[in-house]
């Protein structure tokens, strides 16, 4: 029947997806970013990073392209079970790690300045409103 193959279908894709834990935790002796050089590109490299998906490499994707030394720069997930992107980076000369890591670096300065701004707002908002009020 129709409910049967349903159920049947649920626990197929229950099986194939990992856990949250495993979504998230970098285990002992896992690399959370490599590099491999691009050899038919000049000063082009793939970057695998583990455990990450479309948020982080869209993020990175458009900051690398704020940099007026890279070129190119995109991302893909290669498959839906794969925990992990590939961002492919081409600069003019600079060294495409060197183009990553100050990316990396700019966003966890634009995510520190964001949850300041959050946190104050909502403070501003819990000093407004009556004890008993929507915001905890």
Sequence with gaps: ??????YITLVMAALNEPSRHE????????VKITQEKDDRLPHAATFRIELEDHTMGNMLRMQLLEDRDVLFSGYKIPHPLENHILVKVQTTGKDPALAVLQALQDLEQQVLLMDECLKAEVEKIRQQRPRGGLIY
Excluded: E
């Excluded at 029947?1 to 349903?6: A, E, L, V």
């Excluded at 979504?23 to 896992?30: S, T």
């Design 23 to 30: 979504l998230i935790y970098v285990a002992p002796g896992m």
């Design 1 to 6: 029947t129709q409910s049967t193959w349903g």
